[in-house]
């Protein structure tokens, strides 16, 4: 989270302009449950990365 208001502000401002320039994915209850099994078998992997080396 940004520690600056002014920062904090444009952030949720660009979240807010990416969210109304899409259509949102069609997202089930089976693919849920799948979102669910994923994040899990992460957080128990302790991956902190993702593949580009980011954190």
Do not use: N, Q, W, Y
């Not at 997202?27 to 078998?41: N, P």
């Amino acid at each position: 989270m940004a520690k600056e208001p002014a920062a904090r502000a444009s952030r949720v401002e660009r979240l807010a302009d990416a969210v109304a320039a899409f259509d949102p994915l069609p997202f089930d209850g089976e693919a849920s449950a799948r979102c669910g099994t994923l994040v899990s078998l992460t957080i128990a992997a302790r991956r902190t990365r993702d593949r580009a080396g980011r954190t």
